[in-house]
């Protein structure tokens, strides 16, 4: 390997795809979808399903197909040359969330329930789960349910419980789950699933944790508070109560060796499943934050400010240099993104970066969303324009994926060579 | 394809050079700091690591490997070293570099060879003006033509090893265009005064001088790149972008030894780092280098790609100049009375790391 920052060409049209969606099916909207809070982004989730279910059957049929012809199945395993899926999942993020942050996460797929399914799921689990993504007209949403009101950042004091019932070969579930993305979406607006995790053994710990596919038509499931936010007003955020919910034996996600495992493999899977969505989210702030730096250099250029990039520091004006700051730090974070991303498609393990990733990205873009209002002054403040809705809309990335704090921590665990028990 | 892992030559170059910085630079720093000497067979070793000479032209003996991103990646071990010796030993790029990128035939054919020996070869730039308002696009320095020769006059600042040098690069406002250009300068030329050494906050093992010209006359073909001349805003870029890269290499410095150091030091019967409130600063500290790190690096791609790096070396060296003083300033922080103390190295990576924004030039890559 060399060091690079090439962007393949193929990548790149695929982001300038993802950026005229954003433009076309996003941003007209964004405004109305912001005030009328429950409203469904129609528009945009009936022009991206036909791509992203493409996209799945792609993913599946491969799969299914001989080593030959580019599958996995059967054989020594291929050595693998670095792949580009999480690069193109970066940017495409990235133009969506620029395009609206809250439209963006009702993507109709099987979203953060896929990584879950993609990280730890057999490839029975696989196709069998992830095939509703892959066909149909109708579109389809999965989703992630960890947070309990019990349980945010300490989410190895998961409450919900699963119990087997050897009778019925079946788990029954019972808890609550909060701040689910598209949870409403998943199961009752569409024939999607969410992955639930549950406890089998709450004097285990971490180690009784597992992930359940909880599917839509579920009896004992049902939707409890649907939230109203600060941002991401077009996100479906909802709380899902589990009431003795039955779902077959073989929906418990992993192998049958991670599923008996005493150790806290199905944990750990959660935490992979973090390693590919952080550096998600980070892509995401980044949107946001390119979409408030890009608009007051605009507001800028028309008022005759120009930013210059040889003047040195001391002959700037106050207004040049919050700009020229605010592009440094949406550089760094889109750097530190981009490397956590590279690793994970170099199949490196990238638990530090993902979290460094997220932390500066996160923290760089609300800032720069929020100096963007400041900047704009009364024009700022105004919901004529987006910027103040892209203010609300940044703060989320600081909050969710784990908090920036938790994020923090893992860093610091990490460089520290620290274990959860030494740096708590 | 994107990736941030180096070539296997350049893992080899930066062993090398890590062994170099962590064996024989960290243990004089602290000696030449206070002395304001840095031992001759230091440098000699320093320079024997053949950075220079590699990114000498093939025709000309080097090894033709002139590689900004070899080059950030180089800068960043030497300076987590110490920044005055990095400075020191890199100092003949100042000069030769230039000349490899833009010197006519002549000009690489008669002043390259002498960075093929296997002595160190002191040369140097003069870029920075005294005063407190230097702008490089603004030079005071001015270069006219006068009876087929070109006449120097002006005064430069923190010129490295400028007494030793035995050729140094003089930038210069052309009188005639209003362009910045290069001159070569030979050692002894008439009307050029070098005063006595710069005191500085840091970097005090490095000799930097304030030199004068007074009418210096050379030849017209003195010019850095005969009558084509030179790409000024692209050198500075090469600076901006080296200088970025030994600030993280400061940075990196001070976070490791602080980092070491909370692990060890027990307060109220643990370790400080078992704190959130240092493991915090140190846990930002690593997300400050990382990014500045990446910043230098996708410049210096550019550059070897011969695109326009400008925004990219600016915002990357504008980064770096709050980055580097932040972190080496929480490094001291951490090691708290220890760190005011000049035994530990930390607050001599805080005043060397302090030197950034006004370093403009003294590196290139």
Same mark, same amino acid.
């Not at chain 2, 304001?36 to 950075?51: A, H, K, V």
């Not at chain 2, 500075?236 to 030994?246: H, I, K, P, T």
């Not at chain 2, 692990?263 to 846990?283: E, W, Y």
């Not at chain 2, 791609?301 to 990357?316: I, Q, S």
């Given at each position: 390997?060399?060091?690079?920052?090439?962007?393949?060409?193929?990548?790149?049209?695929?982001?300038? *795809?993802?950026?005229?969606?954003?433009?076309?099916?996003?941003?007209?909207?964004?405004?109305?979808?912001?005030?009328?809070?429950?409203?469904?982004?129609?528009?945009?989730?009936?022009? *991206?399903?036909?791509?992203?279910?493409?996209?799945?059957?792609?993913?599946?049929?491969?799969?299914?197909?001989? #080593?030959?012809?580019?599958?996995?199945?059967?054989?020594?395993?291929?050595?693998?040359?670095?792949?580009?899926?999480?690069?193109?999942?970066?940017?495409?993020?990235?133009?969506?969330?620029?395009?609206?942050?809250?439209?963006?996460?009702?993507? #109709?797929?099987?979203?953060?329930?896929?990584?879950?399914?993609?990280?730890?799921?057999?490839?029975?689990?696989?196709?069998?789960?992830?095939?509703?993504?892959?066909?149909?007209?109708? #579109?389809?949403?999965?989703?992630?349910?960890?947070?309990?009101?019990?349980?945010?950042?300490?989410?190895?004091?998961?409450?919900?419980?699963?119990?087997?019932?050897?009778?019925?070969?079946?788990?029954?579930?019972?808890?609550? $789950?909060?701040?689910?993305?598209?949870?409403?979406?998943?199961?009752? +607006?569409?024939?999607?699933?969410?992955?639930?995790?549950?406890?089998?053994?709450?004097?285990?710990?971490?180690?009784?944790? $597992?992930?359940?596919?909880?599917?839509?038509?579920?009896?004992?499931?049902?939707?409890?508070?649907?939230?109203?936010?600060?941002?991401?007003?077009?996100?479906?955020?909802?709380?899902?109560?589990?009431?003795?919910?039955?779902?077959?034996?073989?929906?418990?996600?992993?192998?049958?060796?991670?599923?008996?495992?005493?150790?806290?493999?199905?944990?750990?899977?959660?935490?992979?499943?973090?390693?590919?969505?952080?550096?998600?989210?980070?892509?995401?702030?980044?949107?946001?934050?390119?979409?408030?730096?890009?608009?007051?250099?605009?507001?800028?250029?028309?008022?005759?400010?120009?930013? #210059?990039?040889?003047?040195?520091?001391?002959?700037?004006?106050?207004?040049?240099?919050?700009?020229?700051?605010?592009?440094?730090?949406?550089?760094?974070?889109?750097?530190?993104?981009?490397?956590?991303?590279?690793?994970?498609?170099?199949?490196?393990?990238?638990?530090?970066?993902?979290?460094?990733?997220?932390?500066?990205?996160?923290?760089?873009?609300?800032?720069?969303?929020?100096?963007?209002?400041?900047?704009?002054?009364?024009?700022?403040?105004?919901?004529?324009?987006?910027?103040?809705?892209?203010?609300?809309?940044?703060?989320?990335? +600081?909050?969710?994926?784990?908090?920036?704090?938790?994020?923090?921590?893992?860093?610091?665990?990490?460089?520290?060579?620290?274990?959860?028990?030494?740096?708590? | 394809?994107?990736?941030?892992?180096?070539?296997?030559?350049?893992? %080899?170059?930066?062993?090398?050079?890590?062994?170099?910085?962590?064996?024989?630079?960290?243990?004089?720093?602290?000696?030449?700091?206070?002395?304001?000497?840095?031992?001759?067979?230091?440098?000699?070793?320093?320079?024997?690591?053949?950075?220079?000479?590699?990114?000498?032209?093939?025709?000309?003996?080097?090894?033709?490997?002139?590689?900004? %991103?070899?080059?950030? %990646?180089?800068?960043?071990?030497?300076?987590?070293?110490?920044?005055?010796?990095?400075?020191?030993?890199?100092?003949?790029?100042?000069?030769?570099?230039?000349?490899?990128? =833009?010197?006519?035939?002549?000009?690489?054919?008669?002043?390259?060879?002498?960075?093929?020996?296997?002595?160190?070869?002191?040369?140097?730039?003069?870029?920075?003006?005294?005063?407190?308002?230097?702008?490089?696009?603004?030079?005071?320095?001015?270069?006219?033509?006068?009876?087929?020769?070109?006449?120097?006059?002006?005064?430069?600042?923190?010129?490295? /090893?400028?007494?030793?040098?035995?050729?140094?690069?003089?930038?210069?406002?052309?009188?005639?265009?209003?362009?910045?250009?290069?001159?070569?300068?030979?050692?002894?030329?008439?009307?050029?005064?070098?005063?006595?050494?710069?005191?500085?906050?840091?970097?005090?093992?490095?000799?930097?001088?304030?030199?004068?010209?007074?009418?210096?006359?050379?030849?017209?073909?003195?010019? /850095?790149?005969?009558?084509?001349?030179?790409?000024?805003?692209?050198?500075?870029?090469?600076?901006?972008?080296?200088?970025?890269?030994?600030?993280?290499?400061?940075?990196?410095?001070?976070?490791?030894?602080?980092?070491?150091?909370?692990?060890?030091?027990?307060?109220?019967?643990?370790?400080?780092?078992?704190?959130?409130?240092?493991?915090?600063?140190?846990?930002?500290?690593?997300?400050?280098?990382?990014?500045?790190?990446?910043?230098?690096?996708?410049?210096?791609?550019?550059?070897?790609?011969?695109?326009?790096?400008?925004?990219?070396? =600016?915002?990357?060296?504008?980064?770096?100049?709050?980055?580097? /003083?932040?972190?080496?300033?929480?490094?001291?922080?951490?090691?708290?009375?220890?760190?005011?103390?000049?035994? =530990?190295?930390?607050?001599?990576?805080?005043?060397?790391?302090?030197?950034?924004?006004?370093?403009?030039?003294?590196?290139?890559?």
């Amino acid at each position: 390997m060399a060091i690079s920052f090439e962007i393949p060409e193929f990548v790149q049209q695929m982001a300038q *795809m993802a950026g005229f969606m954003a433009q076309t099916y996003m941003r007209p909207h964004a405004r109305r979808l912001d005030e009328n809070e429950h409203e469904r982004p129609k528009e945009f989730v009936e022009a *991206m399903w036909p791509i992203l279910r493409d996209q799945q059957k792609a993913t599946l049929d491969k799969l299914t197909a001989p #080593p030959a012809n580019g599958g996995d199945k059967g054989g020594e395993p291929k050595k693998k040359r670095p792949g580009t899926r999480n690069l193109q999942l970066m940017l495409m993020i990235e133009q969506l969330a620029w395009g609206d942050a809250g439209v963006y996460l009702c993507l #109709p797929s099987a979203g953060l329930g896929g990584f879950a399914i993609e990280a730890v799921g057999t490839t029975e689990q696989k196709l069998r789960l992830l095939t509703r993504f892959a066909e149909g007209d109708q #579109p389809v949403w999965g989703a992630m349910a960890i947070t309990e009101p019990g349980a945010g950042s300490d989410n190895s004091s998961i409450a919900t419980t699963a119990v087997f019932d050897e009778e019925h070969n079946q788990w029954v579930i019972n808890g609550e $789950k909060i701040f689910i993305t598209s949870g409403k979406l998943a199961l009752e +607006e569409s024939n999607g699933l969410v992955i639930v995790w549950a406890t089998v053994n709450k004097a285990a710990g971490r180690a009784g944790i $597992k992930p359940f596919v909880v599917e839509a038509g579920t009896p004992g499931v049902s939707i409890g508070k649907v939230e109203i936010k600060h941002g991401i007003r077009a996100s479906d955020t909802v709380s899902i109560v589990f009431n003795d919910a039955r779902i077959p034996a073989d929906n418990i996600l992993g192998s049958p060796e991670v599923q008996a495992s005493s150790e806290d493999k199905g944990f750990k899977g959660a935490m992979a499943t973090f390693d590919a969505s952080r550096p998600i989210v980070a892509a995401s702030a980044l949107g946001v934050g390119r979409a408030a730096l890009e608009f007051v250099k605009e507001k800028l250029a028309e008022n005759g400010v120009e930013i #210059p990039y040889t003047l040195p520091y001391h002959k700037l004006t106050a207004v040049q240099r919050d700009v020229l700051e605010m592009e440094a730090q949406w550089k760094a974070a889109y750097l530190l993104t981009l490397r956590s991303i590279a690793m994970l498609d170099e199949g490196l393990h990238n638990s530090l970066e993902a979290s460094m990733a997220k932390v500066k990205a996160a923290k760089a873009c609300a800032w720069i969303a929020q100096k963007a209002v400041e900047m704009l002054g009364m024009m700022g403040y105004s919901r004529e324009w987006l910027v103040e809705k892209w203010m609300r809309d940044s703060k989320i990335a +600081e909050i969710y994926e784990g908090t920036n704090q938790i994020n923090t921590l893992i860093v610091a665990r990490r460089i520290l060579d620290y274990s959860r028990r030494e740096l708590a | 394809m994107v990736s941030f892992t180096p070539t296997e030559e350049q893992q %080899l170059l930066l062993d090398t050079i890590r062994r170099y910085a962590v064996n024989d630079v960290r243990a004089a720093a602290h000696d030449a700091d206070e002395s304001g000497q840095i031992p001759p067979e230091l440098t000699r070793t320093g320079w024997q690591i053949g950075l220079v000479p590699s990114a000498i032209p093939e025709e000309l003996g080097g090894f033709g490997e002139m590689s900004a %991103l070899t080059g950030v %990646l180089a800068a960043e071990e030497l300076a987590f070293g110490d920044l005055a010796v990095a400075l020191q030993v890199m100092s003949p790029a100042l000069f030769a570099y230039p000349v490899s990128l =833009y010197g006519t035939a002549e000009q690489r054919e008669n002043l390259l060879p002498a960075f093929l020996e296997e002595q160190f070869f002191p040369a140097t730039a003069a870029l920075l003006e005294p005063g407190i308002g230097f702008d490089p696009f603004d030079l005071q320095t001015v270069a006219s033509a006068s009876n087929g020769s070109v006449c120097l006059n002006g005064s430069k600042a923190y010129v490295p /090893l400028a007494e030793d040098a035995r050729l140094m690069l003089v930038y210069a406002r052309n009188a005639e265009s209003g362009d910045v250009d290069a001159y070569i300068v030979e050692k002894g030329a008439a009307g050029v005064q070098i005063e006595k050494r710069e005191l500085m906050m840091g970097l005090r093992a490095l000799p930097t001088y304030r030199v004068h010209f007074v009418n210096v006359e050379i030849e017209a073909a003195a010019r /850095l790149g005969g009558a084509a001349g030179s790409d000024f805003n692209a050198l500075l870029n090469r600076s901006q972008v080296a200088l970025a890269a030994m600030a993280v290499g400061v940075a990196r410095a001070s976070f490791e030894y602080a980092r070491d150091y909370a692990k060890q030091r027990v307060q109220f019967g643990k370790p400080i780092a078992q704190n959130q409130s240092i493991a915090f600063m140190l846990a930002e500290m690593a997300i400050e280098i990382d990014a500045v790190r990446l910043l230098a690096w996708e410049a210096a791609w550019k550059l070897d790609r011969g695109e326009d790096a400008t925004r990219e070396a =600016y915002l990357a060296k504008q980064y770096a100049d709050k980055m580097v /003083l932040q972190v080496a300033d929480n490094g001291l922080q951490i090691l708290g009375g220890y760190g005011f103390i000049r035994e =530990y190295p930390v607050e001599r990576w805080l005043r060397n790391g302090r030197g950034f924004p006004t370093f403009t030039g003294m590196a290139m890559v």
